[in-house]
Nanobody, 124 residues
Framework: QEELVESGGGLVRTGESLRLSCAAS????????VGWLRQAPGKEREVVAS????????SYADSVKGRFTISRDFARNTVSLQMDNLKPEDTGVYYC?????????????????WGRGTQVTVSS
């Protein structure tokens, strides 16, 4: 069965770091752009970061630029999100999702295969 599985969420304090990882089970993970999206309480789901199939191109939401880094590990078939200097407004459920296009995207509608999500909570 093909699926995306996220890991690495948790509870941290303002200014601390977390690293999220997404593993693709049952298939390779390198044909399409992949992203991390989040659903904050009371807000619409948004694309936090995305990476191109080859890993050379990335895109970030303005709110996380300079703090978050998305990357691919082709040997392990994973996509990670390094989150530094976390803020309370980063709190939410983070989802790994894959598109069916070969370029980075900030459109939620482009992401068609989703993991179940992992909770990130940042306390003040």
């Amino acid at each position: 069965q093909e699926e995306l599985v996220e890991s690495g969420g948790g509870l941290v304090r303002t200014g601390e770091s977390l690293r999220l990882s997404c593993a693709a089970s049952g298939r390779t993970f390198r044909h399409y752009a992949v992203g991390w999206l989040r659903q904050a309480p009371g807000k619409e789901r948004e694309v936090v970061a995305s990476v191109s199939p080859g890993g050379a191109s990335t895109s970030y939401a303005d709110s996380v630029k300079g703090r978050f880094t998305i990357s691919r590990d082709f040997a392990r078939n994973t996509v990670s999100l390094q989150m530094d200097n976390l803020k309370p407004e980063d709190t939410g459920v983070y989802y790994c999702a894959e598109t069916r296009i070969a370029v980075v995207s900030r459109r939620v509608a482009d992401f068609v295969s989703w993991g179940r999500g992992t909770q990130v909570t940042v306390s003040s």
